[in-house]
């Protein structure tokens, strides 16, 4: 059906409740014509019952005692609905009758040994009648038939049936102006809720739906409305950060490289000018790629194309391995790096997401440490699995320790102009630890050193 919600609610509601409505009605009609024929049943018996007493048997004929009696009492008597009385005997012929039958006859189903009930017709009136068998001796004599007009109580049970006929439309019609009404007043807060979000663009993220006064699902389907939109809001404040970020350390680089080309271009240079340029060149080129495929790993990281794999991995044997694969970039510096790590202890994780992450801290702790100086890595077992990265280098600000995992931010970064980086490596970090629930935490020191501990 093409209708509004708050239509389909009463349209549903209705149909439920005309389903009730009918059965309700089905009900009281059925129960009042059972209770009327009930009733008319009721009265022929004991009618039938009563003038059994008034009846003889003379020579195997049947017929009322005293029919002289039962004239005077009709005559002295007001009977709103007259019982009629038949007395027949068994080859169905009338010997008797009360007055006020007159001329008219019953119908007689001659050889029925048990009542008989039926309805028929009584001078083209619709009667009710009971046929009761007179036995005398073991030998069926006739029978006593009564009979009462149910004229009345037919034209009552019509009137009923039109009347709820006629009511239960005009009460489906209430039910669903009311239903209406009270679905309109139902999802006035989901109407808050469209228009809210109607209005709500790029630049107007920061609005949020009303609360509803109770505390119900709408109460709850608005919180997560407004929790989503936060979240969204966030999202595209460090999408827009991360933009400006990206543009900002690529340009740097490709304003070198279009420096030192024009540089070349203006006049003809010497063998050693055009190797130093081109070195210098090839240097900005490296640093570009480094940030683009840093800026892939973190898109990779938000958008994660498969969950972690866990292995086992020997992790002294792993450390060793990154360290002397590294060995040869962190050469300059001529770090000593240590590592205390039981022989056999075995993690499970994923190989490749530790390896950004120890990777890119052992690379920080080598850069921000003066020459010559010691690395420590210090793991433990017990109680749970831990890794600490220890340096004695510039350490980090204690302002700048809740800023240091975001995109492109280096603290104290221009104290720090010889030392090459891209404010990405603690960004990939986080989030590598993240997939791998790894607990991450810093401490720090300015001027004395930093310890990055991973608890797995």
């Known amino acids: 059906m093409n209708l509004s919600f708050k239509n389909r609610i009463a349209v549903f509601y209705l149909i439920a409740t005309a389903l009730l409505v009918a059965v309700v009605f089905v009900a009281v009609y059925g129960v009042i014509h059972s209770r009327v024929m009930n ?226 271009l203006r006049k003809p240079r010497t063998a050693e000018e055009y190797v130093e340029k081109i070195g210098l060149s090839i240097n900005e080129i490296d640093r570009m790629h480094h940030i683009v495929e840093q800026l892939l790993t973190l898109a990779r990281f938000d958008h994660p194309s498969r969950s972690p794999v866990y292995i086992g991995v020997t992790l002294k044997e792993f450390i060793e391995d990154l360290i002397q694969r590294q060995q040869k970039s962190w050469s300059d510096r001529q770090s000593n790096i240590t590592v205390s790590c039981p022989a056999e202890l075995q993690l499970q994780t994923d190989p490749g997401l530790l390896e950004v992450i120890l990777d890119n801290l052992l690379s920080n702790a080598v850069k921000y440490s003066p020459a010559g100086s010691l690395i420590q890595i210090d793991v433990k077992s017990q109680p749970s699995v831990s890794i600490r990265i220890i340096d004695h280098g510039v350490g980090i600000r204690q302002d700048d320790l809740d800023r240091i995992f975001q995109p492109f931010y280096r603290s104290d970064a221009l104290n720090h102009k010889t030392i090459k980086g891209t404010g990405l490596g603690l960004s990939l970090v986080q989030k590598a630890c993240d997939q791998l629930s790894i607990d991450l935490t810093v401490e720090s020191e300015l001027n004395k050193g930093s310890v990055f501990t991973l608890t797995f």
Do not use: C
Request: net charge negative.
């Open 39 to 264: 009733d008319i049943e009721y009265a022929l018996n004991y009618e039938a019952v009563r003038h059994q007493k008034e009846i003889t048997i003379e020579a195997g004929r049947i017929r009322f005692i005293n029919k002289a009696e039962m004239e005077e009492r009709e005559h002295r008597d007001v009977e709103v609905n007259p019982i009629f009385i038949q007395l027949v005997d068994a080859q169905g012929v009338v010997r008797d009758r009360s007055p006020n039958l007159k001329e008219g006859k019953l119908i007689v189903q001659a050889g029925a040994m048990r009542p008989v009930e039926q309805q028929t017709l009584l001078n083209g009136k619709r009667i009710r009648q009971l046929q009761i068998p007179v036995v005398d001796e073991g030998k069926l004599v006739g029978y006593i038939i009564t009979a009462i007009s149910i004229e009345n109580a037919l034209q009552l049970l019509t009137t009923l049936k039109q009347l709820l006929l006629v009511i239960f439309p005009v009460v489906l019609l209430l039910l669903f102006g009311v239903t209406r009404w009270l679905a309109g007043k139902s999802i006035e807060p989901v109407k808050t809720i469209l228009e809210t979000t109607n209005r709500i663009t790029e630049t107007s993220l920061n609005e949020r739906i009303p609360l509803p006064e109770q505390r119900d699902e709408l109460h709850q389907l608005t919180s997560s409305i407004n929790q989503l939109l936060t979240r969204i809001e966030s999202a595209m404040e460090r999408e827009k950060q991360f933009t400006a970020d990206a543009s900002h350390e690529l340009r740097t680089p490709l304003s070198v490289l279009r420096g030192t080309l024009e540089v070349l």
